[in-house]
Structure formats: C-alpha cells, structure tokens
Antibody, heavy 122, light 110 residues
Framework: EVQLVESGGGLVEPGGSLRLSCAAS????????MHWVRQAPGKGLVWVSR????????TYADSVKGRITISRDNAKNTLYLRMDSLRAEDTAVYYC???????????????WGQGTLVTVSS | NFMLTQPHSVSESSGKTVTISCTRS????????VQWYQQRPGSAPTTVIF?????PSGVPDRFSGSIDSSSNSASLTISGLKTEDEADYYC?????????FGGGTKLTVL
C-alpha cells in the first residue's frame, strides 16, 4: 500500500525558513516523480514543484521560484521541500503526491499524503 | 503555461445529474490528459477520473469524464447524485514543465 506521510509544518515568522519532509513507503520510491501541492485555507489546490525519480530534474511554479527547493533522498525514501523567505501567502496545507503509473495509465499526483500545515505569521 | 477554469459552485438535487466544466485557456484540451479529484473537508484529494474518462477501481460508474475539443474543455458528470457526493471537485492537467489544477467547484447536493 502506498503511504505518504508529511511532517515539518508549523508556525514560522515572515522571512523565516522551513523544511518539510514526506516519508514514502509501499513502493519503489526512486521509480517515481514526486510533487508538492499546497492549499491555502479555504482555497484551491496549487501545484508547487516536482522532482524526477533519480533527482536529476525538477520544476517549480512561477510563484515560488527562487524561494523553494525540492529534493529527495532515495536511500531514505524521503521527499523534501525547503522554503525560504516565507510570506503570509505561503500559509497553506502542503501535500506531497506521487505520480500514478502502471499498465492502466499515467497521470501526475495519483497518490496523496494527508498534508502538513504551514502557518506564516508574526 | 495554461490555466484551467471551473465554475465556483454548482448545486443539484439528490438523484439528479450534474456536470462540472473545466476550460483550458491555451493549448488543446486533448494535448494532455485531464484528471478529476474529489476533496471532502479536512481530507486529501482522491482521484475520481483519470486520462479524461477512466475511473479508478472503487469509483462508482455514476462518475464519468469527457473532453470536448470544440469548446476546449473537459467535463465531469455525476449521475444519480447522492448526499455523499457533496464535496469540492478539481480538474487537473499538465505539460512538460508543470501540473495545473483548476480553481475547484463546490458541489452542493440539495
């Protein structure tokens, strides 16, 4: 069973930094692209970033470029999101998600964790 | 990059059929597959349709998806509405550099 468990959220002051983690289990982690998606309180889903299975390629939403870094440690089956220069508008639940890929098809973000809340406030 | 536009909310009576649209702003709706997610309050999203019209195992056949190239849009149709279908629904698609979600549609079952 695919399991994704996020951690590392919390209260941080504007301008601060935070690193989120997503522990993966139940599949061969290095075989899959992984994503971060966020959802501000009462708002919709917004894709943030993705990283290839071997870590060789990553892309970001324009809104977070330069402030957010996605990475992964395949030996630890863990995905990370480093967030710097945090702003109030970064307040959101951050979900990690895995691509769905098997003989029946492919699409991004087929499996989701339960999310971790990041609150940026003084 | 492109955007996906959904109606903010829809409502329909129990037992009826509702359709939620998702319009792509640029590029063909058929160029990459469209997915649909259901999200209930306090929970992570779950997939109800993938690759335009495929249902994951466990999703009832009351849920169906389609695309219309003439309007450059995708649609999620839910028939025989049940109170348990009340939720937020998001369309999603992607290109070579990014993943795009629609703004979400709140479905109210009357």
């Amino acid at each position: 069973e695919v399991q994704l468990v996020e951690s590392g959220g919390g209260l941080v002051e504007p301008g601060g930094s935070l690193r989120l983690s997503c522990a993966a289990s139940g599949f061969t982690f290095s075989n899959y692209w992984m994503h971060w998606v966020r959802q501000a309180p009462g708002k919709g889903l917004v894709w943030v970033s993705r990283i290839k299975g071997d870590g060789s390629n990553s892309t970001y939403a324009d809104s977070v470029k330069g402030r957010i870094t996605i990475s992964r440690d395949n030996a630890k089956n863990t995905l990370y999101l480093r967030m710097d220069s945090l702003r109030a508008e970064d307040t959101a639940v951050y979900y990690c998600a895995r691509d769905y890929f098997d003989r029946s098809g492919y699409y991004p973000c087929g499996y989701w964790g339960q999310g971790t809340l990041v609150t940026v406030s003084s | 990059n492109f955007m996906l536009t959904q109606p903010h909310s829809v409502s329909e009576s129990s037992g009826k059929t509702v359709t939620i649209s998702c319009t792509r702003s640029s590029g063909s709706i058929a160029s990459t597959y469209v997915q649909w997610y259901q999200q209930r309050p306090g929970s992570a999203p779950t997939t109800v349709i993938f690759e335009d019209n495929q249902r994951p195992s466990g999703v009832p056949d009351r849920f169906s998806g389609s695309i219309d190239s003439s309007s450059n849009s995708a649609s999620l149709t839910i028939s025989g509405l049940k109170t348990e279908d009340e939720a937020d629904y998001y369309c999603q698609s992607y290109d070579s550099n990014s993943v795009v979600f629609g703004g979400g549609t709140k479905l109210t079952v009357l």
